[in-house]
Protein backbone atom coordinates (compact mmCIF):
# COMPACT_ATOMS: atom_id res chain seq x y z
CA UNK A 1 0.00 0.00 0.00
CA UNK A 2 1.21 3.34 -1.13
CA UNK A 3 2.56 5.42 2.29
CA UNK A 4 0.56 8.43 0.88
CA UNK A 5 -2.72 6.84 0.27
CA UNK A 6 -5.63 7.43 2.24
CA UNK A 7 -6.35 4.26 4.14
CA UNK A 8 -10.31 2.70 4.53
CA UNK A 9 -9.83 3.27 7.88
CA UNK A 10 -8.59 6.77 8.33
CA UNK A 11 -11.69 7.60 5.88
CA UNK A 12 -14.08 5.32 7.78
CA UNK A 13 -12.79 7.55 11.31
CA UNK A 14 -13.83 10.65 9.52
CA UNK A 15 -17.18 9.47 8.46
CA UNK A 16 -18.02 8.07 12.08
CA UNK A 17 -16.86 11.20 13.72
CA UNK A 18 -19.48 13.09 11.52
CA UNK A 19 -22.17 11.56 12.15
CA UNK A 20 -21.22 11.20 16.07
CA UNK A 21 -20.99 14.79 15.89
CA UNK A 22 -24.63 15.00 14.11
CA UNK A 23 -26.33 12.44 16.88
CA UNK A 24 -26.37 9.80 13.81
CA UNK A 25 -25.73 6.32 14.22
CA UNK A 26 -23.30 4.63 12.48
CA UNK A 27 -23.09 1.01 11.37
CA UNK A 28 -20.40 -0.68 9.52
CA UNK A 29 -21.66 -3.33 7.33
CA UNK A 30 -18.52 -4.69 5.92
CA UNK A 31 -15.38 -4.16 4.40
CA UNK A 32 -14.50 -5.54 0.94
CA UNK A 33 -11.80 -6.98 -0.22
CA UNK A 34 -8.10 -6.16 0.94
CA UNK A 35 -9.38 -2.98 2.39
CA UNK A 36 -10.66 -1.75 -0.92
CA UNK A 37 -14.04 -0.78 -0.14
CA UNK A 38 -16.57 -0.74 2.44
CA UNK A 39 -20.45 0.08 2.75
CA UNK A 40 -22.23 1.95 5.63
CA UNK A 41 -25.37 2.46 7.06
CA UNK A 42 -26.09 6.21 8.62
CA UNK A 43 -29.11 6.52 10.65
CA UNK A 44 -31.24 9.44 12.39
CA UNK A 45 -33.17 7.39 14.42
CA UNK A 46 -35.72 8.16 17.06
CA UNK A 47 -35.08 9.68 20.38
CA UNK A 48 -35.00 6.60 23.18
CA UNK A 49 -34.72 3.93 20.14
CA UNK A 50 -30.68 3.09 19.31
CA UNK A 51 -30.72 -0.06 20.93
CA UNK A 52 -34.13 -1.30 18.90
CA UNK A 53 -32.53 0.20 15.53
CA UNK A 54 -29.43 -1.80 16.36
CA UNK A 55 -31.69 -5.06 17.56
CA UNK A 56 -33.52 -4.40 13.81
CA UNK A 57 -30.00 -4.39 11.91
CA UNK A 58 -28.70 -7.58 13.53
CA UNK A 59 -31.81 -9.57 12.94
CA UNK A 60 -32.08 -8.60 9.21
CA UNK A 61 -35.08 -6.60 10.04
CA UNK A 62 -37.05 -4.82 7.18
CA UNK A 63 -36.12 -1.14 8.34
CA UNK A 64 -39.22 0.42 6.39
CA UNK A 65 -41.35 -1.39 8.50
CA UNK A 66 -40.14 0.24 11.37
CA UNK A 67 -40.82 3.96 10.59
CA UNK A 68 -41.54 3.83 14.61
CA UNK A 69 -37.93 3.53 14.96
CA UNK A 70 -36.14 5.36 12.23
CA UNK A 71 -36.63 8.69 11.16
CA UNK A 72 -34.37 8.92 8.05
CA UNK A 73 -31.29 6.78 6.63
CA UNK A 74 -28.56 5.89 4.03
CA UNK A 75 -25.99 3.69 2.76
CA UNK A 76 -22.61 4.82 2.12
CA UNK A 77 -20.52 2.82 -0.39
CA UNK A 78 -17.01 3.64 -0.39
CA UNK A 79 -14.59 2.62 -3.05
CA UNK A 80 -10.93 2.79 -3.94
CA UNK A 81 -10.44 4.02 -7.63
CA UNK A 82 -6.87 3.85 -7.74
CA UNK A 83 -6.20 7.76 -7.04
CA UNK A 84 -8.71 8.18 -4.15
CA UNK A 85 -11.75 7.11 -2.66
CA UNK A 86 -14.93 7.51 -4.16
CA UNK A 87 -18.01 7.65 -2.26
CA UNK A 88 -21.56 6.53 -3.15
CA UNK A 89 -25.20 7.15 -1.20
CA UNK A 90 -28.24 5.90 -1.47
CA UNK A 91 -31.38 6.95 0.83
CA UNK A 92 -33.17 3.91 1.63
CA UNK A 93 -35.55 5.96 4.21
CA UNK A 94 -36.35 9.38 3.62
CA UNK A 95 -37.53 12.28 5.73
CA UNK A 96 -39.07 15.61 5.02
CA UNK A 97 -37.11 18.01 5.79
CA UNK A 98 -34.14 15.82 5.58
CA UNK A 99 -30.75 16.10 7.59
CA UNK A 100 -29.29 13.40 5.12
CA UNK A 101 -28.59 15.80 2.45
CA UNK A 102 -26.85 18.34 4.40
CA UNK A 103 -25.14 15.19 6.00
CA UNK A 104 -23.61 13.93 2.93
CA UNK A 105 -21.98 17.24 2.19
CA UNK A 106 -20.39 17.71 5.35
CA UNK A 107 -19.10 13.92 4.68
CA UNK A 108 -17.85 14.87 1.53
CA UNK A 109 -16.21 17.74 2.77
CA UNK A 110 -14.85 15.62 5.81
CA UNK A 111 -13.22 12.98 3.26
CA UNK A 112 -12.44 15.07 0.67
Not at 48 to 66: F, P
Not at 74 to 99: F, H, M
Amino acid sequence: MDIDKPTLQDELDKIRAVCEGNGLVFNLEYVRGDDVGARIRIAKVKAGNRRDYMQMIISGADQKQNANIIDEECVCEINWNGVGWDRQYTQTILAKPSVMSSLISDLDKAVG
